[in-house]
């Protein structure tokens, strides 16, 4: 960023080149009013691009004073005394700056990412982690967007599709019809069929735990839909002796279609039923108890309400809320060996989030988030304030994470009680180590072989991901 005493002259020059500038051009209207910013403010000393210019290169690993988020945002408020850096303080609010260093991050790792291309698994060959060797091979192919996968205890296995799809899975084939008797489905955007998990004694009750976005019409006739809950058996390729076990008053629903449906369900040791609703793109949604967006709720397994829920005694709220101040959830996932439940949420631009989640915790959005709005302007001036909740993990840029395990098998005693993170905009499989409650390693294990929807362990200590048209079975390498 240039000196106060250069800005006219190299601001006139700055606008001749924009003028002229076609790749200036591009990348504003690519990244929107961020970019712009930078374009105006900054590109003159530390390069279109960033790749320096009279000013250091944002793009190495070198940095003078400090390279982490506080640092660089003081930097660009403050500016460096007896350097060519002003302070831009008075020109940029908290906020812009706020989302001028994730825009900084973003072009650092688009940088790194073209740099070090790594390619692609390729089926039987053996791929080197940090921890273990492993092979990929494909399990069941002929899916289309799967969202979800359950393994019975029957050696069979179910999957759902984002469109409203239901397939039962024998001896690694996929059968050649869907699963009968669904519910009617919205599948229009973001909506759709979501997770499916087996009751935890499913050997001897044979109840499938369904989440989907409930296409309904509301009193003026339109659609509406939003995510509800139910469960039934399996018999003679249908769902049968199918129960609601939540569903929000009609009055909640907003349109059909839409983003931000969450749609997970995990079960705790008690047997406990937690599941997750995004706030369906209205941000306001995640910080009203009084309705069941933008948040994690808690009920028993047939659907009753605990009464040591945290808000259970508030009149206004929904009584299955167990926390709130989340944007879209959509991997949840209890820690094997101390219970804690984690859920994995995408954030806005940027500012995506591993959070731990604790009973009646307002985990922020939108108040405060480590991202910014999609067309670059800024969303909040800060990512902690009082009172809110902070993740153990964030990406910026984003991953778009979606679903999320840990692993439990015995293949590879290395990854035991570790994390897996499917992502949707890298392409990257992650793996987690959470120590006290703290992320101390992200590995991307893979990328490139199309969006990852989920992650799930085996009963035979494989690890089955979810790519685009596949489920992939990864294994120790022979």
Known sequence: MHSIASIPARLFLLSGFLAGSAAVHAQIQRTGQVSATYAQMCASCHGVKMEGGSAPSMLDEVWTNGGDDESLARVIS?????????????????????????????????????????????????????????????????????????????????????????????????????????????NDSQAGLFDVVPHPDYAKNGWLYIAFSDLQKNADGKNVSLTRIIRGKLRDGALVEQQTIFQAPLTTYPGAGGVHFGGRIAFDRQGYLFFTIGERGKMDNAQNLAVPMGK???????????????????????????????????????????????????????????????????????????????????????????????PIKYWVPSIAPCGASFY???????????????????????????????????????????RIRHVIPGPDGALYVLLPARIVRLTPAE
Not at 104 to 109: D, H, K, V
Not at 110 to 128: D, G, H, L, M, Y
Not at 352 to 374: H, Q, S
Not at 413 to 431: C, D, G, I, T, Y
């Open 78 to 186: 403050e500016g460096v005394p007896g350097k060519e850096m002003p302070a831009w303080s008075a020109t940029m609010s908290v906020k812009e700056i706020r989302s001028m260093v994730i825009f900084i991050r973003e072009q650092r790792a688009k940088f790194k990412n073209e740099q070090t291309r790594t390619a692609p698994p390729v089926e039987s060959i053996t791929v080197k982690s940090q921890l273990h060797n492993y092979q990929l091979k494909t399990w069941v192919g002929g899916l289309k967007d799967p969202w979800s996968l359950a393994f019975l205890p029957d050696n069979r296995a179910v999957v759902t599709e984002k469109r409203g799809r239901f397939y039962l899975i024998e001896a690694g084939k996929l059968s050649n019809t869907p699963i009968a008797g669904l519910p009617e489905i919205d």
């Open 408 to 450: 439990r098998g015995e293949l590879f005693p290395k990854w035991q009680n570790q994390l897996f993170v499917a992502s949707l905009a890298v392409e990257e499989l992650h793996r987690i180590e959470i120590v006290d409650q703290k992320v101390v390693t992200d590995e991307v294990i893979f990328k490139g072989l199309g």
């Open 296 to 390: 994690v709720h808690r009920i028993f397994d047939d659907g009753r309400i605990p009464n040591d829920n945290p808000f259970v005694n508030v009149p206004t709220a929904d009584h299955t809320i167990w926390s709130y101040g989340h944007r879209n959830p959509q991997g949840l996932a209890f820690h094997p060996g101390t219970g804690d439940l984690y859920d994995v949420e995408h954030g806005p631009r940027g500012g995506d989030e591993i959070n731990l989640v604790k009973p009646g915790r307002n985990y922020g959005w939108p108040v405060i988030t480590y991202g910014m709005n999609y067309d670059g302007t800024p969303l909040a001036a800060g990512t902690a304030k009082d009172g809110l909740e902070q």
